[in-house]
């Protein structure tokens, strides 16, 4: 029999970090002076006087590396259950945890071949 006051706990702790950070922004919104002028909307930068435009284009390398880390750290971050569990999975985990490292290795071959990863 399905019983729903089993999940009290749950739900409330759904209730409870939904509220708290929803409650967060409302005080804040109350609390917050609101003084806008010239000094609060320009750039800052280190109490020095800005010069020239805050927005500026990055090129499209920095957001390659980025990416290239991003997805190395997170696949090493799914690959440690896979080592400490690796005796009881068996064979069928080694060739799956091998055809997920030999995607991000097959993209970053991609990637060097396209010249993405070049700096200059």
Do not use: C, N
């Amino acid at each position: 029999m399905f019983l729903l006051h089993e999940y009290d706990i749950f739900w409330a702790f759904l209730i409870i970090s939904s509220v708290i950070p929803i409650l967060a922004f409302v005080i804040s919104r109350i609390l917050a002076p609101i003084r806008e002028g010239p000094e609060k909307l320009s750039s800052y930068e280190s109490g020095i006087e800005p010069m020239g435009d805050a927005w500026v284009q990055f090129r499209i390398r920095y957001y390659m590396f980025a990416l290239v880390f991003v997805v190395f750290d997170i696949e090493t971050v799914f690959l440690y259950p896979w080592a400490m569990s690796f005796d009881v999975l068996g064979v069928s985990a080694f060739i799956e945890s091998f055809i997920f490292v030999l995607i991000p290795i097959v993209g970053s071959v991609y990637a060097w071949r396209k010249g993405a990863l070049e700096w200059s």
